[in-house]
T-cell receptor, first 115, second 114 residues
Framework: DTGVSQDPRHKITKRGQNVTFRCDPI?????LYWYRQTLGQGPEFLTY????????KSRLLSDRFSAERPKGSFSTLEIQRTEQGDSAMYLC?????????????FGQGTRLTVV | QKEVEQDPGPLSVPEGAIVSLNCTYS??????FMWYRQYSRKGPELLMY????GNKEDGRFTAQVDKSSKYISLFIRDSQPSDSATYLC??????????????FGQGTILTVHP
């Protein structure tokens, strides 16, 4: 499989619970991004990694959100003490900077519903 | 005011029509411009990718960038019902800490009727 893979595809959780999502980028890509998309809106940037280093976090990302990319391969996004406002599609994308900036490819997303 | 503005539509056209989708932006640092197509409950799929000003054609799709006006367009010729989706414009600066970080428009919902 040469695409970006996200797991799980859907997650329903109760308010206050912690959730963790996983993203496996395209294997040769050194950049990995997380975005959040709510209904009727375009994706909004959350954070990104170059290899294992987290280079930027959006001000939208509260302290309840944390992301990691150990060894510069897959990445996880954890949300602690989930709130109903966290319900959204969480999208992962990857790209490579080896030949300048190339296009970012997205996974199918993880749809989170907080009840 | 948002950095990228896109008319959300919805836009409804008959099969075979030429479709024009547009975005305006305010950040002059944007140098990379992309169009994504997104079907319901799926991730965005890259359609077109351009750098700086000019035109790029790929099959039935043509992307145009006018940096002097801060305006980008996507044209779809001979539209098909399978083109029915949400179309997202996205942009990125070419340098600095935000290099590669995409700023998206709201998305335009397109329906092509048989």
């Amino acid at each position: 499989d040469t695409g970006v893979s996200q797991d799980p595809r859907h997650k329903i959780t109760k308010r206050g619970q912690n959730v963790t999502f996983r993203c496996d980028p395209i294997s040769e890509h050194n950049r990995l991004y997380w975005y959040r998309q709510t209904l009727g809106q375009g994706p909004e940037f959350l954070t990104y990694f170059q290899n294992e280093a987290q280079l930027e976090k959006s001000r939208l990302l509260s302290d309840r959100f944390s992301a990691e990319r150990p060894k510069g391969s897959f990445s996880t996004l954890e949300i602690q003490r989930t709130e109903q406002g966290d319900s959204a599609m969480y999208l992962c994308a990857s790209s490579t900077t080896d030949r300048g900036l190339t296009e970012a490819f997205f996974g199918q997303g993880t749809r989170l519903t907080v009840v | 005011q948002k950095e990228v503005e896109q008319d959300p539509g919805p836009l409804s056209v008959p099969e075979g029509a030429i479709v024009s989708l547009n975005c305006t932006y305010s950040n002059s640092a944007f140098q990379y411009f992309m169009w994504y197509r997104q079907y319901s409950r799926k991730g965005p799929e890259l359609l077109m990718y351009t750098y700086s000003s000019g035109n790029k054609e790929d099959g039935r799709f043509t992307a145009q960038v006018d940096k002097s006006s801060k305006y980008i367009s996507l044209f779809i010729r001979d539209s098909q019902p399978s083109d029915s989706a949400t179309y997202l414009c996205a942009m990125s600066p070419a340098g600095g800490t935000s290099y590669g970080k995409l700023t998206f428009g709201q998305g335009t919902i397109l329906t092509v009727h048989p």
